[in-house]
């Protein structure tokens, strides 16, 4: 058998490029004379910028800590080993860099074991562990401290999760058997399920300490030494720890049964990180720790093997690397600055612009519209919404006042426009009445001013062709909802310039948004897609399969919600309108429903009925579909779908619509939801032979969001 040194010794060769956290261990005298103790501190040398990882070398650092803090332990040097971080991060987990690499099972077994074997440590010294969490701890950070004997939590700490399940692994080093063992297996699957598959939603330090996981919480300003206080007192027995017990009958079957209903909702059995997940929980149920490692190590080398994992980590990495510098964007140093926005037409979509503009940039917005009514109500949208920020606490009354302040109205473009450097419309779709306002708006905005637009499937090239100075025009395509989707389409015009070009940029990323750069063709990048994905659902529907056939074929891709639901959310009349811009432009491709057309012209809102609390087909929609006599599998539809997804995406590559299929998979993850486990979908479409199929060649080189050669 390995040693845990060996273990970690060839895994560190793998992985070269490790950001190495070394373990300091310094020895003090606890107060109230509680004695001697030792304090290991994760640091990896850089500040908060660089969290604290764990890879190979990282844990035989902590390991080598350990042989000396247990050496003195079994001496009786020490009462106590303590655990902490650098300041303002605690740990955030094992090195994703270092799991890429990985092309063999033994290998990434090994990263489990050696886990394990260090972790387990702490639970096995000859005094009590306690792990002090002062910041951010996610993954493998979390688990050190589930090891510990004890635990406190700094009030201040942001951002606390086990988000394996998110990138396609389970908590591999205890978490799945430690985390139910300590607070029960409902609030257990609460964190690692439900959180998980929530977008990765993060706890607080104040929720940590409410589920039990911590044992007492201290402010983040002397965060350390009054837990080092409260320490002592444990010590000497003047602080007992109560712990609830532990129902491990009926309810424990029932949590685990809630994380498959969750599970099931979301990636509808198309990734299995969490239902391995759910299995260790559901093996965790008789206390039996070394069984639930074994399953951990077993299920951690299964998963880094395996195609969701890359593709989560793909997924992952675009949006922390690629999402925050966006290829092909101009330099920075080209953006004009923007101290006032105009916002053209007031209903809800520019209401919800002027509304993120104001918030972020915290400079003058305008709206005009063109009668006062609707003027009003969009300024009173804004102050709404300001009024809630207010009422939930995350504005105070003085920033309320100030942003309201900030936001006007007016009839006369004139009066709003003449001092705005950026001035964006989001007005009805059609060509001739945006060509009209950007007529309107080039009379009487200064030079300088950048117009953009909030089209999501017309030529910005042919909006600007009739003005004096096109090259000052860009799309700026929002998704709905405009303050949760992060994604932002900049479109460069035949005539857009550089300068216009980098304000944009500079402006999304004051806006917290993910832009990427798209050339300006037919819908751009995510409603074509989408497009000729619905459009082929919608075609087999029309053939004769039935509703409920076509929606369930695409199940197994684990989408945030079906075709026709998705269809609802964005409005069929507005879907109607993408179809009939991309037919125009490749009628061979893409066809206009008559049955879609046929609910738009009933004033229908969808497909679905929700009398029954589930969706169910409307009757009336029923009544108006004449569908053919060919009814296909879920099989065959699925196929179908999927190849003309890959056709499309391979078209848009030739056309260079933009530069790599990376920036396909940022827009679809960021723009429509899809989910990590597919990294888009040029890796699913890849993992199932479906490019090749299609374009006779793969979408990314082997390696990339896939198992290394």
């Known amino acids: 058998m390995s040693t845990t040194a060996e273990l970690l010794k060839g895994a560190a060769e793998l992985f070269p490029g490790e950001v190495v956290t070394s373990a300091h261990v310094r020895h003090f005298d606890l107060p109230l004379g509680a004695g001697r103790f030792a304090l290991v501190t994760l640091d990896n040398g850089h500040d908060h910028t660089k969290p604290t990882t ?27 080993v303590g655990v902490t971080g650098k300041p303002f991060i605690f740990a955030v987990g094992a090195d994703l860099k270092g799991v890429e690499l990985l092309k063999r099972h033994e290998d990434a077994l090994a990263i489990g074991k050696g886990g394990h074997d260090v972790l387990k440590r702490l639970a096995n010294l000859a005094v009590p562990s306690f792990a002090y969490y002062n910041g951010a701890a996610m993954g493998g950070g979390v688990e050190i401290g589930l090891h510990c004997t004890y635990r406190t939590v700094s009030a201040a700490l942001p951002a606390f999760s086990l988000p394996e399940v998110f990138l396609g692994l389970v908590p591999g080093w205890g978490g799945c058997t430690l985390l139910p063992n300590l607070i029960g297996a409902d609030k257990a699957v609460s964190v690692i399920i439900e959180n998980s598959l929530n977008q990765n939603k993060q706890l607080k330090g104040a929720q940590v300490h409410e589920l039990g996981i911590a044992d007492a919480i201290f402010e983040g300003a002397d965060f350390l030494e009054q837990s ?7 010590l000497k027995g003047e602080i007992t720890v109560e712990r609830p017990l532990i129902d491990r009958g009926e309810a424990w079957d029932q949590a685990v049964a809630k994380g498959r209903f969750i599970a099931d909702g979301k990636v509808h059995g198309a990734a299995p990180a969490a239902y391995r997940a759910l299995d260790i929980i559901a093996t965790a149920k008789n206390g039996d720790l070394q069984q639930g490692y074994d399953a951990e190590d077993q299920a951690l080398a299964d998963l880094i093997m395996g195609g969701e994992l890359r593709s989560g980590i793909y997924a992952f990495n675009l949006v922390q690397k690629r999402g925050k510098r966006p290829a092909g964007a101009p330099d920075k140093s080209l953006a004009r600055p923007v101290t006032k926005v ?18 972020r940039l915290e400079v003058p917005v305008v709206l005009t519209d063109i009668d006062q009514e609707r003027v009003d109500k969009g300024v009173g949208y804004v102050h709404a919404e300001i009024d809630k920020l207010l009422g939930k606490g995350r504005v105070n009354q003085d920033k309320a006042n100030r942003l309201k302040a900030l936001v006007t109205g007016v009839l006369d473009k004139a009066e709003g426009f003449a001092d705005a450097d950026f001035v964006i419309e989001a007005v009805f779709e059609e060509m001739g009445v945006k060509q009209k306002v950007f007529a309107e708006v080039e009379a009487v905005a200064p030079a300088h001013a950048i117009l953009a637009t909030n089209t999501s499937s017309l030529s910005v090239s042919e909006m600007a062709s009739k003005l004096k100075h096109p090259e000052r025009v860009v799309g700026f395509h929002f998704f709905n909802p405009v303050a949760i989707l992060p994604l932002l389409e900049i479109v460069r015009g035949e005539q857009t310039d550089e300068a216009a070009l980098a304000t944009a940029f500079g402006v999304a990323k004051k806006l917290k948004k993910t832009a990427v ?77 008559p049955n879609l057309k046929a609910v738009v012209e009933a004033g229908k809102r969808g497909f679905y009925v929700y009398d029954s609390g589930k969706p169910e087909l409307d009757p009336e929609v029923a009544a108006l579909l004449k569908q053919g006599a060919s009814v296909l599998t879920e099989e065959q539809v699925r196929d179908r779908v999927l190849d003309a997804v890959a056709q499309e995406i391979g078209l848009m590559l030739d056309e260079g619509v933009v530069a790599e299929a990376q920036d396909v998979d940022l827009c679809l993850i960021t723009g429509a939801g899809w989910p990590f486990h597919l990294g888009g979908i040029t890796p699913y479409l890849d993992r199932e032979g479906v490019s090749e199929r299609v374009n006779g060649k793969r979408f990314l080189e082997a390696g990339v969001a896939s198992v290394p050669a």
């Not at 612009?353 to 918030?359: D, P, T, V, Y």
């Not at 432009?585 to 429903?593: G, I, K, L, N």
């Open 342 to 359: 105009g916002v053209v037409g007031a209903g809800l979509m520019a209401s919800q612009l002027a509304l993120l503009f104001l918030r």
């Open 54 to 80: 764990l890879g190979p070398q990282s844990l035989a650092n902590i390991d080598a800590a350990l042989d000396q803090v247990e050496k003195e332990a079994a001496d009786g040097d020490i009462v106590g």
């Open 228 to 234: 080092l206080l409260w320490t002592a007192s444990v």
């Open 517 to 593: 750069l798209v050339k300006d063709a037919p819908a751009f990048v995510v409603n074509r897609i989408l497009t000729r994905f619905m459009g082929e659902i919608q075609n087999v529907i029309d053939e004769g399969t039935p509703v409920a056939v076509a929606e369930k074929a695409v199940e197994p891709l684990g989408l945030p919600m079906s075709p026709l639901v998705l269809l609802e959310l964005v409005g069929p009349a507005i879907g109607l309108h993408v179809s009939e811009t991309l037919n125009r432009a490749f009628p061979e491709r893409f066809t206009v429903s």
